[in-house]
């Protein structure tokens, strides 16, 4: 069975960084892109980042440009998004995401964690 698991979610004070993982089984990382989605509530599923499963390439959104780095480690099958100078409006849950493509839109994507919480109070 192909999962994905996020863990390092929690609340952390505006400009302070967190890092969230997610593992997976079922499957090799080196096969799939990788991402990151984030959904407040009361808004859609909108993409964060990705990094590519043929070439290595990334993907950001303009929002967390400069702020987050997203990273996989194939030997330990895990992905990490790194989340520097937080801010309130980075308040979601976010979710891990396995796919063919990157970028790709949150309708399109083949396996998706349980999320995280990420909070950053104002």
């Known amino acids: 069975e192909v999962q994905l698991v996020e863990s390092g979610g929690g609340l952390v004070q505006a400009g302070g960084s967190l890092r969230l993982s997610c593992s997976m089984s079922?499957?090799?990382?080196?096969?799939?892109?990788m991402g990151w989605f984030r959904q407040a509530p009361g808004k859609e599923r909108e993409g964060v980042s990705c990094?590519?499963?043929?070439?290595?390439?990334?993907n950001y959104a303009d929002s967390v440009k400069g702020r987050f780095t997203i990273s996989r480690d194939n030997a330990k099958n895990t992905v990490y998004l790194q989340m520097n100078s937080l801010k309130p409006e980075d308040t979601a849950v976010y979710y891990c995401?396995?796919?063919?493509?990157?970028?790709?839109?949150?309708?399109?994507?083949?396996?998706w964690g349980q999320g995280t919480q990420v909070t950053v109070p104002s």
């Open positions: 995401s396995a796919d063919y493509l990157c970028p790709n839109p949150a309708q399109a994507i083949m396996y």
């Open positions: 079922g499957f090799i990382i080196d096969d799939y892109a």
């Open positions: 990094i590519s499963g043929y070439d290595g390439t990334t």
